[in-house]
């Protein structure tokens, strides 16, 4: 991951995600004797194959015709828009099939359709490093593409992320709404914040937006982590005194592990972008971003994710409902013994969430 954000060549690029990617198909198949967390390695790996070959196929057709793997050296190529009609449709090819490719790796929809079942099948650390870390990554290589390869590509680009982020958010959303596993909740939910971060480079050519798309993606994603990586650490504390991962196992926590409760709260909170916690302050610099780009594109994404926001906090909310009001399930209201590295996970996010 580090070496893909200081990659500047498309081949640094894709021996950095390649890097990351094989060590990750194997961890999501951690627990051998498991059959979902085969299947969560087995799903992971044949699409992650499958969206490197189009990732790749698309940067062969930036260097066929740019003539170079320099990403500076690229970006002017573009920019100068030289060649004919076939030249500049084999760039529009090349501009969507790396777009697609990175949109794998962020699990935009519709190319998100490994994350529920490998989130699900992994074991929990492993599913909160994929969902932040491995995210994180796929977004630095495609900030990188744009901002420095194919920034003058913006009449392609804009539209195609347009539609990414818009479908994103609402899908992830929809689908969040309808699950009772909490790890399959928090892999929608993934989902659908990955649409939130792609929101600002919709329209990071339009107008003077370029920066603040930088750093409004940069804020969220540094956020984002320390919210999610804390939720998953109080699902993995309470799921190994419970046994289940069904958010009805929830029931009572606020009765018998207030700590813990008041963390998750603390996180789903932030999740849903309620002040002053973390991520409203990154939802704002996200909405602020779209409407700094004054264009028609920019203000119609911004009601979509305006009604997106609605949506997530009832799924983040049902949880709370849960802790807060339900009785404990099994009327087993023994503490938790939380180990020791989990309470410093936990320390870290929390006050990260609320001092960014």
Request: aromatic share 10%; with cysteine.
């Amino acid at each position: 991951m580090v070496a893909m954000a200081s990659s500047r060549d498309l081949v640094s690029i894709f021996v950095a995600l390649e890097l990351l990617s094989i060590p990750a198909y194997m961890m999501a198949a951690w627990r051998k004797r498991d059959p979902k967390s085969n299947e969560a390695g087995i799903k992971y790996y044949l699409l992650g194959v499958f969206a490197s070959g189009v990732l790749l196929y698309g940067m062969s057709y930036l260097y066929g015709t740019t003539g170079t793997t320099k990403l500076t050296e690229i970006g002017a190529a573009l920019a100068s828009a030289e060649g004919g009609a076939g030249l500049l449709a084999m760039q529009v090819i090349a501009v969507a099939f790396v777009i697609v490719g990175f949109g794998f790796k962020v699990s935009a929809v519709p190319f998100h359709t490994w994350a529920p079942d490998t989130y699900e099948g992994a074991p929990t650390p492993v599913t909160a490093f994929l969902s932040v870390a491995s995210k994180a990554a796929g977004f630095v290589g495609l900030l990188s593409m744009l901002y420095l390869a194919m920034y003058a590509a913006d009449g392609v680009y804009e539209p195609f992320i347009f539609v990414l982020a818009a479908l994103t958010m609402t899908v992830g959303n929809v689908l969040a709404l309808r699950q009772t596993n909490i790890v399959r909740m928090l892999a929608y939910s993934s989902v659908s914040q990955g649409g939130f971060i792609l929101m600002p480079l919709a329209v990071m050519a339009s107008g003077d937006a370029a920066e603040s798309s930088l750093k409004a993606v940069v804020i969220y994603l540094l956020i984002y982590a320390l919210s999610n990586l804390g939720a998953f650490a109080v699902v993995l504390a309470v799921t190994r005194k419970t046994g289940s991962a069904e958010i009805s196992s929830f029931g009572g926590l606020m009765s018998y592990s207030p700590v813990l409760g008041m963390m998750l709260t603390l996180f789903l909170a932030s999740l849903t972008g309620i002040p002053p916690f973390g991520l409203w302050i990154a939802k704002l610099q996200a909405f602020k971003t779209l409407i700094e780009a004054g264009d028609t594109a920019g203000y119609a994404l911004a009601v979509v994710a305006a009604i997106n926001t609605v949506i997530s906090a009832a799924y983040y909310m049902r949880v709370l409902r849960e802790m807060w009001m339900k009785p404990v399930p099994d009327g087993d209201v023994t503490p938790i013994d939380t180990p020791q590295p989990i309470w410093v996970a936990l320390s870290i996010c929390s006050i990260g969430t609320v001092v960014l």
